[in-house]
């Protein structure tokens, strides 16, 4: 029902567009035979608007995976840099929250560890929405910043990494079982900000997936059972995205494609000094508007590495 639903509001976008063009090229045929420039002002920008929504339908119609429509699960991880790594990360998770909201996307935080300073050790959310993990797929990677240290007090130029992981949400009935006896857990304190029930009671986990070696921490949750819930659905989405990772490898090496691990690839870098710049190192896309990548508008990078490498 859910695909019926997402197919018939495909097919209504592309009716009410084509609609709208055959309204649009009977006003202009007027124009012309009357030589009525008066129109001018109604056919040009409802031409720009409906190019415009046009571009945004074939762009989606490259969203065409098998997990691509669904929610995404993306992880950021404090990388090296010290302080200046944890406040990268949370630079970072703001930037994706704030692409998610111009996407009208519903956000959730699924985990956050504070840093002891500034920032954050790590954060894990969930971003609802249709193609949310279409859209971040190209954002697997470690993301690297330069900037005039704001820690430093002789305030010099630091280098700080980050990694970023994006994860497809299991359906519930996904033909993928974890075995009660395969996973290991551990309670203990969250720390950071969570109120004194938290800070006094073990219900922080930390599930350990003994075939794959998988580690997944939570702690954001005000009860054990709601944190090994949440746990339980990472370690799932983890444990899916190898078998993605797994038939993304078959099909490569059918076309006889070289396959280079991804963990720990660089694959953008943030320059905020000696000058301004956002480059991609996979499609070699770069603008010079950090302040604005940085405040969501990713949807540029995203376009391009969808464009120079389609399906995965």
Same mark, same amino acid.
């Given at each position: ?64 995976? %098998?997990?691509?429509?669904? !929610? @995404? +699960? ?6 090296? #840099?010290? *302080? ?113 029930? %938290?800070?006094?009671?073990? !219900? @922080? +986990? ?6 794959? #070696?998988? *580690? ?97």
């Amino acid at each position: 029902m859910q695909r019926l639903a997402s197919l018939r509001g495909d097919y209504e976008k592309w009716t009410n567009i084509k609609n709208k063009c055959t309204d649009l090229n009977e006003i202009a045929t007027i124009a012309l035979i009357e030589k009525d420039e008066s129109l001018n002002d109604t056919i040009y920008p409802e031409f720009s608007n409906l190019s415009s929504m046009v571009e945004t339908l074939e762009f989606e119609l490259q969203l065409n995976g %098998v997990y691509d429509e669904k !929610t @995404a +699960i993306l992880s950021i991880k404090q990388g090296a #840099g010290g *302080v200046d790594a944890q406040d990268w990360s949370e630079i970072l998770l703001r930037m994706y929250t704030r692409w998610a909201e111009r996407k009208k996307f519903s956000i959730e935080i699924l985990d956050l560890t504070p840093g002891e300073e500034a920032g954050i050790k790590s954060a894990t959310i969930k971003i609802i929405g249709r193609y949310a993990y279409g859209y971040l797929r190209s954002e697997k990677g470690v993301h690297r910043l330069v900037r005039l240290s704001p820690f430093d007090t002789d305030h010099r130029r630091h280098t700080s990494f980050a990694l970023v992981e994006v994860l497809p949400e299991p359906d519930a009935a996904q033909d993928l079982r974890i075995e009660p006896d395969d996973v290991k857990m551990d309670v203990f304190r969250a720390s950071g900000n969570g109120g004194q029930s %938290v800070q006094k009671n073990s !219900t @922080a +986990i930390r599930l350990t997936h003994k075939p794959s #070696g998988i *580690v997944v921490s939570v702690q954001n949750e005000r009860s054990q059972s709601q944190n090994k819930e949440v746990g339980m659905k990472i370690l799932h989405a983890r444990l899916a995205d190898i078998e993605i990772k797994k038939q993304a490898e078959k099909q490569a090496q059918l076309k006889g494609e070289h396959v280079s691990a991804e963990f720990g690839r660089q694959v953008r870098s943030y320059v905020h000094h000696p000058y301004q710049m956002v480059k991609d190192h996979r499609t070699e896309y770069q603008t010079g508007n950090t302040d604005a990548v940085l405040n969501g508008e990713i949807d540029d990078f995203l376009t391009a590495f969808l464009s120079s490498f389609g399906k995965t």
